[in-house]
């Protein structure tokens, strides 16, 4: 789950009007976060968004799916690969990146019991 140097500059500074992303490094690859809240996760060199039902059929009408961090088990997580194309468009970007934050807090808000 390597994540290089270049890429997590790429995703950065393409996520550079969202507001200031802070990075750790976690298990092999990178959370980000916005905020304090995990939004995002980087791994082998791919960007995957924080998804609920808000927002998950955009990501799988864009073909993509759940982030499986054990290939040979059946566990999924809430993040969704983000597109080649948005990836490359700043401002499409930054929506669907807003838009995961948005998950994130209602997240944290459902947690809290707010």
Known sequence: MAVSDEYLD??????????????KRMFGGVGL??????FAIIENDTLRFKVDVSNRAV???AGMGPFRPY????????????????????QELAVWARDAFGVAEMAKSKKSGK
């Open 59 to 61: 990501y799988e009408d």
């Open 71 to 90: 290939k040979d088990k059946g566990h999924t997580m809430n993040f969704y690969e983000v597109p080649v194309e948005v990836l490359e468009e700043r």
């Open 33 to 38: 976060y916005l905020d304090g809240l995990f």
């Open 10 to 23: 790429f995703v950065l500074d393409q996520l550079d009007s969202v507001g200031t992303v802070v990075w």
